[in-house]
């Protein structure tokens, strides 16, 4: 789709995700609504008015600081309503169809929202997994792929896969070895892709994780936010999954 007016709102409506995603992603790791209370300074705690709180524009206005009292506002917020445009853009012009379209944006947005999430609290809250894992079964019976039984295979087999990741991992290291938003969010990944791209998701994000964090990891013994790879696995293979699994079967398996 490239109706420049289509993609103009599309735009719009994704920086206003990418505002609803930077409430998620400060409230939902401690328990909070993300409908009240108001949105508020971080430094004064004054109530925003309705024009602070305009994506990205409102940002650029007031220079990045607070109207009251002067204090710096995170770049983060902006950084993020740029994203979610960017995500709805990218994944009208990306994918053929309003379906395939739509869940293309819904998924990558809840992927970011994730991959925010866990690098800064090292959580993956439940809204976004199961939350998540509920929309993309939804999605199944909308015309496209997955199919709704594939969606439901996927979901269980990538929880399935994950648990008994936990499972044996925290038996061989005497530790945990996976989070239980790891495997909800992977559940949610399955929904989306169905099972096989679901399983190169994993394969995908724990390599992108072992090149990138991994020697980070060793030296600093930091807790690896695999969330974030997984998240990131999960936006190539969605991207990528069809040409990778193409190439494979081609290049490999010869067939």
């Known amino acids: 789709m490239s109706d420049p007016l289509l993609l103009t709102y599309l735009a719009l409506f994704g920086l206003a995700v990418g505002s609803f995603l930077n409430v998620c992603?400060?409230?939902?790791?401690?328990?909070?609504?993300?409908?009240?209370?108001r949105s508020r300074c971080m430094s004064c705690d004054r109530q925003l008015t309705w024009y602070e709180n305009i994506p990205l524009l409102s940002y650029l206005a007031l220079r990045g600081r607070c109207r009251t009292c002067g204090s710096r506002i995170s770049v983060r917020y902006p950084l993020v309503e740029l994203a979610g445009g960017l995500i709805w853009v990218g994944a009208f012009i990306h994918f053929n169809g309003f379906w395939p379209a739509l869940s293309g944006a819904v998924f990558g947005s809840l992927l970011f929202g994730i991959a925010v999430t866990d690098a800064r609290e090292?959580?993956?809250?439940?809204?976004?997994?199961?939350?998540?894992?509920?929309?993309?079964?939804a999605f199944s019976f909308a015309p496209g792929k997955p199919t709704p039984l594939w969606s439901l295979v996927g979901a269980l087999t990538c929880f399935a896969v994950m648990y008994g990741v936990a499972v044996v991992g925290e038996w061989a290291f005497k530790k945990p070895a996976l989070g239980g938003g790891d495997i909800k969010m992977m559940a949610m990944v399955g929904a989306f892709l169905g099972p096989w791209h679901a399983l190169l998701t994993i394969f995908v994000g724990s390599l992108v994780g072992a090149v990138v964090f991994g020697p980070i990891g060793l030296k600093t013994g930091k807790l690896v936010p695999f969330g974030v790879f997984l998240a990131l696995g999960a936006a190539i293979v969605l991207i990528w999954g069809d040409a990778m699994v193409g190439w494979y079967v081609t290049r490999m398996l010869g067939v």
């Open 25 to 37: 992603i400060a409230r939902l790791p401690a328990g909070g609504s993300v409908v009240k209370p």
């Open 122 to 137: 090292y959580i993956i809250p439940d809204e976004f997994s199961v939350g998540g894992l509920i929309l993309g079964l």
